[in-house]
């Protein structure tokens, strides 16, 4: 592509600055993946997985499933994972320590954010991003991390996942 290419929709718009032709526009693809939710089963246990555009939301994690009980702590935290998205983890200060009840599910979640300087993924790159850790306090001890695009897609799925809690008998 010429830096003097005009953009086919917009012609007075150089390709090159274009946010259509760069393919991040707001309503494209890039910007807007399309999260779902599928039901599963996992050991014979009920499981949804949140998938981006119909496939694996990473490349490098290849099922990002949980059960009832991680459903039930994203739903629980569902204002944090909100924060965390829209401030693309770069805000690590704004998330003070704090602990999140659901007294009816006898849950308690303690929510902090985590930088890992020389994580590296399955694929050897290095991250060097924050991420969301959602800790269950006892009696339970599940946890579940999330980066900004899980938190993104548990977020925009937050009716369907409440509606799947239902279906497993969840009263919320």
């Given amino acids: 592509m010429s830096d003097q290419e005009k953009c086919p929709i917009y012609p007075s718009m150089l390709k090159a600055y274009c946010s259509h032709c760069q393919g991040t526009g707001r309503g494209t693809a890039a910007a807007n993946p399309k999260s779902s939710l599928r039901e599963a089963t996992f050991k014979g246990h009920p499981v949804v997985e949140i998938l981006k555009d119909g496939a694996s939301i990473h490349i490098w994690d290849d099922h990002f499933q949980f059960g009832r009980r991680k459903a039930e702590m994203l739903v629980a935290c569902i204002d944090v994972l909100r924060d965390f998205w829209r401030s693309n983890g770069d805000e690590d200060d704004i998330f003070v320590s704090r ?9 308690r979640i303690r ?3 985590e930088k890992h300087p020389d994580f590296e993924r399955s694929d050897g790159q290095t991250v060097e991003k924050a991420w969301l850790r959602l800790q269950a306090l006892p009696p339970d001890d599940d946890h579940i991390g999330l980066g900004v695009m899980k938190c993104r897609a548990v977020c925009e799925l937050e009716e369907e996942l409440k509606r799947w809690l239902r279906k497993q008998g969840v009263r919320l």
């Fill in 99 to 107: 602990v999140i009840e659901n007294q009816g599910r006898s849950l």
């Fill in 111 to 113: 929510p902090h954010v």
